[in-house]
């Protein structure tokens, strides 16, 4: 079982649409996630963290964290073609260290 | 602010060669880490820095990859003798505290004939 498994996609929405990217992770004691961006042949780059069961919204941006299902989600209202990108998930567990495990990434494209 | 710096950008080289990627990390960051991602795959924990201390190489796959952060600035990765498998992107990441925010550099793409 990979650590943390996301769906490769391509997810596309609409403009305008609401994006839901979804994240599973297999390692029950793990204690911060996060959602990194990926542009073409660019570095990851950190849009939000989260690190207590719930919802936690930044702009256009909302992370939800459900640890009993081992469940993290990022939902991008309102997207935007520039919202386009590979989105990785990341997780950090009590045995990491301070290692980040990420999975695969979903591609969104979002279409005008 | 600069960012984190790796370089080359590409590297080609040929099966039993030596390659040396270096990173600058964002100044003043105490905590550097080298990432890889081997085509199809996602992106994987190879270590880490604190300073020039390894705090964790737990992620390295072999003793062909030899990482040093010589003075707790810059870090170099070096692959001695590099095989057909070690291809991939490498990434530098530094971090002023743990793991909570990892800046990542642009990447070295390492392809090895």
């Known amino acids: 079982q990979k650590e943390v498994e996301q769906n490769s996609g391509p997810l596309s929405v609409p403009e305008g649409a609401i994006a839901s990217l979804n994240c599973t992770y297999s390692?029950?004691?793990?204690?911060?996630f996060f959602w990194y961006r990926q542009y073409s042949g660019k570095s990851p780059e950190l849009i939000m963290s989260?690190?207590?069961?719930g919802d936690k919204e930044d702009g256009r941006f909302t992370a939800q964290l459900n640890k009993a299902s081992q469940y993290v989600s990022l939902l991008i209202r309102d997207s935007q073609p520039s919202d386009s990108a590979t989105y990785l998930c990341?997780?950090?567990?009590?045995?990491?260290?301070?290692?980040?495990?990420f999975g695969k990434g979903t591609s969104l494209l979002v279409t005008p | 602010e600069a960012g984190v710096t790796q370089f080359p950008s590409h590297s080609v080289i040929e099966k039993g060669q030596t390659v040396t990627l270096r990173c600058d990390p964002i100044?003043?960051?105490?905590?550097l880490y080298w990432y890889r991602r081997v085509m199809g795959k996602e992106i994987k924990f190879l270590l880490h820095?604190?300073?020039?201390?390894?705090?964790?190489e737990s992620g390295m796959p072999n003793n062909r990859f030899l990482a040093e952060r010589t003075g707790g600035t810059y870090s170099t990765l070096k692959v001695q003798p590099a095989e057909l498998e070690d291809s991939g992107v490498y990434f530098c990441?530094?971090?002023?505290?743990?793991?909570?925010?990892?800046?990542f550099g642009s990447g070295t793409q390492l392809s090895v004939l």
């Open positions: 990441a530094s971090s002023p505290r743990g793991h909570e925010k990892l800046f």
């Open positions: 390692d029950r004691v793990s204690q911060s």
């Open positions: 989260i690190y207590s069961n």
């Open positions: 990341a997780v950090n567990g009590v045995n990491s260290g301070y290692a980040l495990n």
């Open positions: 100044s003043g960051h105490d905590n």
């Open positions: 820095f604190v300073k020039e201390s390894k705090q964790d």
